[in-house]
């Protein structure tokens, strides 16, 4: 268990650094290059997340097979056959998602960006360049996979951590000093990408087991996972039609600039997401171990022990960024009218986060015990509902109606998929789940801010303002976590150990 403290811990400090920096530079994104150039930026997320997924799975599938096979000697030569031949593969796709994208810039710029500002021919440009930039940061995801899989998460979030610095800190020299257009931002990006790809590809081949033989291609290892790997790209498949059909309806049916604005609200509810995905990176393979040696007793404690953390984790992150929605966006952008365009869309989509987060140890459970069909199943009711809401919502509401989109699919997991599957896995573990892990967190974080919200003046943008924010912060996270169980003894354990 030290170890999965170890990784944990890591984890939250590589994305907490990365959530950081981000909120710390893209709002000076948005003076230097505006909100319409910015708008492209939002694109370019939408895109890498929607062309990620077509690895197959692959990445998905060699965590889990590096979790369950790095600890047998006698494995160690297929293993490596396994990732070099999957590393091929995802050089190969990530070549073919760059050469996609180029031929359908002039389209998509002409037939169907909403543009105001910017010429067809620089909006054409600059997605030409996205393909470039997203193929070359792509194989990095991948060689991510390998050191989750391998338990290196340390090493792997301070790469992670060290880009991003790179990503987002160092195309600010080249904004002012180089050009400031959204071309230069872009190829600086393309540059980061490939220098961290190449380099996470030289620490996984140094983490792997030593071989009796060099590794070699070998069809039979991607062959032998392909079931498991085919309900991975059908989840990624279906999940990203559901996570991106709200910016891919924005851009559709609204001018490019709201996409500017409605990416600042991604970027805070991402914030919340980077909040959740520390744990499910370090849960995952030590999941996938757990099941393969078939201890459910130890599975099923460890379960509801990082549900009960994650849940005081979100309760009150999300209850601070929902109450206090538009001082959150003042105190960070010190625009009043960006506060207010932005704070209802980001309050909605950072209750879809929430909810998404707390779904997040039940799929690493599913994923562990190889179990993909719910996921799909979800993920296809899920884009049967928002795809009409999508065509009603988004023209008539704008930003808070692409928001709805991603809270819909995220209460049908919870009311349907929770049940599910807790009666194939875990059974009669269910309402242990909600009513002890996560619904007494999740009440009194909101219980708290609303109360706070009502007691403190309206922030001001100033240090008394953001000592005001981390008071409520603290406060709501403290009462958080005195209502979990779990969370409350490990805290009295440590206080009497002080003490």
Known sequence: MAALRINILANYAGHMWIALIGLVFLPLYTRILGMEAFGLVGLMLSLQAILQLFDFGIGGTVNRELSRRVHDAGLADSTRDLVRTAEATIWLLAAMAALLVWLGSGPMAEHWLHLRSLGPDEAGTAIAIMGVAIALLWPSTFYGNCLS???????????????????????????????????????????????????????????????????????????RNRGFSGGLFGIGVLSVMVTQIDRLALASFRPLEEMGYYTLALSVAAGLGRMVQPMFNALYPRFSRLVSRHDETTLRELYHLSSQYLAVVIAATSAILIVFARDVLLLWTGDAMVADKVALPMAILIAGTALNGLMNIPYALQLANGWTRLALSLNALSLLLIIPLSLWAVPRYGMSGAASLWLVPNLTSIVIGIPLMHRHLLPGQALRWLLRDNLPPLLVGFGVALALRGLLPELSRNLSGLALLALASGFTLLACALVAPAVRAGLQHKLSFVL
């Open 149 to 223: 899989g391998l338990e290196r998460q340390p090493e792997l979030n301070l790469f992670n951590a060290t880009f991003a610095t790179l990503r987002y800190a160092g195309v600010v020299p080249v904004l002012l000093w180089v050009a400031p257009t959204i071309e230069a931002f872009l190829w600086w990006h393309a540059i980061v990408g490939l220098a961290q790809s190449l380099v996470m590809a030289v620490a996984v081949w140094r983490a792997l087991p030593a071989g009796e033989r060099g590794s070699r291609w070998s069809a039979r290892e991607i062959l």
